[in-house]
């Protein structure tokens, strides 16, 4: 079992740059997969990007390719979402989650296990 908590989250002009984290406790993180989400008010939950547990390639949904970067630290247990050239349409609640998984699975909200409580985002024009 891991529990979740992100931070970071805030107000900011479009173009400018946040940085989200998610530390966890419980369990190591390294043992599982691992991934950012975001919710938008009445929207369904939407995939930002993943890092395996065995350490391969990130993968970033194409709305945020070149734009954020995630990374992880086993070591502290911690994650984090570096987000640059922010835009308008980023403005959600961000979600960090840990599950393990299929790497085929790993944009399915329903694969996650873990779950933070979420850090608002909101970017204005």
């Known amino acids: 079992q891991v529990q979740l908590v992100e931070s970071g989250g805030g107000l900011v002009q479009a173009g400018g740059s946040l940085r989200l984290s998610c530390a966890a406790s419980?369990?190591?993180?390294?043992?599982?997969?691992m991934s950012w989400f975001r919710q938008a008010p009445g929207k369904e939950r939407e995939f930002v990007a993943h890092i395996p547990r065995s350490g391969g390639n990130t993968n970033y949904a194409d709305s945020v390719k070149g734009r954020f970067t995630f990374s992880r630290d086993n070591a502290n247990n911690m994650m984090y979402l570096q987000m640059n050239s922010l835009k308008p349409e980023d403005t959600a609640v961000y979600l960090c989650?840990?599950?393990?998984?299929?790497?085929?699975?790993?944009?399915?909200?329903?694969?996650?296990?873990?779950w933070g409580q979420g850090t608002q985002v909101t970017v204005s024009a």
């Open positions: 419980g369990r190591s993180v390294s043992v599982y997969d």
């Open positions: 989650a840990a599950g393990i998984m299929s790497i085929y699975r790993s944009r399915v909200p329903a694969e996650y296990s873990f």
